[in-house]
């Protein structure tokens, strides 16, 4: 199944009749490129991202330099006030995003720091979709 691309959604029994995540492989960009995705049923962004695996589903991360990871903060705080969810910077180069019982059952925090090449792997709080897949 490697890099195969569903054009569309399988229906979600299917995926519970065989005991399937909605998780696939992506196709992969040469060289590590960037792709551009949003947040879905947004209109933010697009952001220049790679997934941050070679499985890669909507709730999954995507990969963000530090420039992007600060323009999707600064997205998140001021055109989604008021959500339940919010992040800031640690001091340091963590993102600490913090929620509320507004925006999930229980409260949290999730710190994301940057990994071995500095990218930013933001994801699981909401789903992501690729920009060219928009409607």
């Known amino acids: 199944m490697d890099g195969v691309r569903f054009e569309h959604e399988p229906d979600a029994a299917i995926f519970a009749e065989y005991g ?42 995507i990969s963000v330099t530090g420039e992007v990871a600060a323009r999707i903060a600064d997205h998140l705080n001021t055109l989604n006030a008021g959500c339940g969810l919010t992040v800031t910077w640690d001091g340091g180069s963590g993102l600490i995003f913090t929620w509320d019982k507004t925006y999930r ?14 990218r930013y792997p933001i994801g699981g709080l909401w789903p992501w979709m690729r920009w060219s897949d928009r409607g």
Do not use: I, K
């Open 20 to 61: 399937l995540s909605r998780v696939w492989p992506c196709t992969p960009q040469p060289d590590g490129a960037n792709e551009l995705f949003t947040v879905d049923g947004s209109d933010y962004g697009p952001y220049p991202a790679r997934p941050a695996s070679p499985v890669w589903g909507p709730h999954e991360p």
């Open 105 to 118: 059952d229980d409260e949290g925090t999730e710190t994301v720091t940057p990994d071995a090449e500095g």
